[in-house]
Nanobody
Framework: QVRLVESGGGLVQPGGSLRISCEAS????????AAWYRQAPGKERELVAS???????NYADSVKGRFTISRDNAKNTVYLQMNILKPEDTAVYYC?????????WGQGTQVTVSS
């Protein structure tokens, strides 16, 4: 059974940093591309960052230079390091693993940026 568990979300002040994680089980993690999406209240889910199975990364313009996606295949985990956080980064963050036409989602972790 495939399971993705996100962790590390929380409340942080503007300008602060946070690292969220997504640990996978029941899956050949190293074969999968990974991505972080987010969904703010009243808005559609949007792609934040992605990383291929060989480590190539891509970022939404709104987070370039502030967020870094990485993966540790030995730990079956993908990370999102978020720096210089802004109130508009507030959202539920979801991880997604994909292999060809198959995709798996985590349950999401809340990130709130507020003073």
């Amino acid at each position: 059974q495939v399971r993705l568990v996100e962790s590390g979300g929380g409340l942080v002040q503007p300008g602060g940093s946070l690292r969220i994680s997504c640990e996978a089980s029941g899956i050949r993690f190293s074969l999968h591309a990974a991505a972080w999406y987010r969904q703010a209240p009243g808005k559609e889910r949007e792609l934040v960052a992605s990383i291929t199975n060989i480590g190539s990364t891509n970022y939404a313009d709104s987070v370039k230079g502030r967020f870094t996606i990485s993966r540790d295949n030995a730990k079956n985990t993908v990370y999102l390091q978020m720096n210089i956080l802004k109130p508009e980064d507030t959202a539920v963050y979801y991880c997604r693993l994909s292999y060809y036409s198959t995709a798996h989602w985590g349950q999401g972790t809340q990130v709130t940026v507020s003073s």
